[in-house]
């Protein structure tokens, strides 16, 4: 099983946005999170974090990924025992 996907928002071939969306469908207790240099804003990440996905800023320390990448599980685990 795959725990956490982290995942850089602006990619050549497909959006980080697309990749997590699919990898929520295909393994709905997934943990996501999107990072980028650009401001949330411009990114229109709203599909995304509407479904559990979290958006970090970069720069970013190793610390904050962490702490970022631990949230991001226990609350994707969480939602899946809802379901």
Avoid: N, W
Avoid at 42 to 65: C, D, M, N, W, Y
Wanted: negative net charge; without cysteine; aromatic residues 4%.
């Amino acid at each position: 099983p795959i725990d956490v996907l982290v995942t850089d928002v602006i990619m050549p071939a497909m959006s980080g946005i697309d990749l997590a969306e699919q990898m929520m469908d295909a393994y709905p207790p997934i943990g996501i999170v999107l990072l980028s240099g650009y401001v949330e804003e411009t990114l229109h990440l709203e599909r995304a974090i509407s479904r559990g996905a979290t958006f970090v800023a970069k720069p970013l320390s190793s610390t904050q990924l962490l702490q970022t990448v631990g949230q991001a599980v226990a609350s994707r685990k969480e939602a899946a025992k809802r379901r």
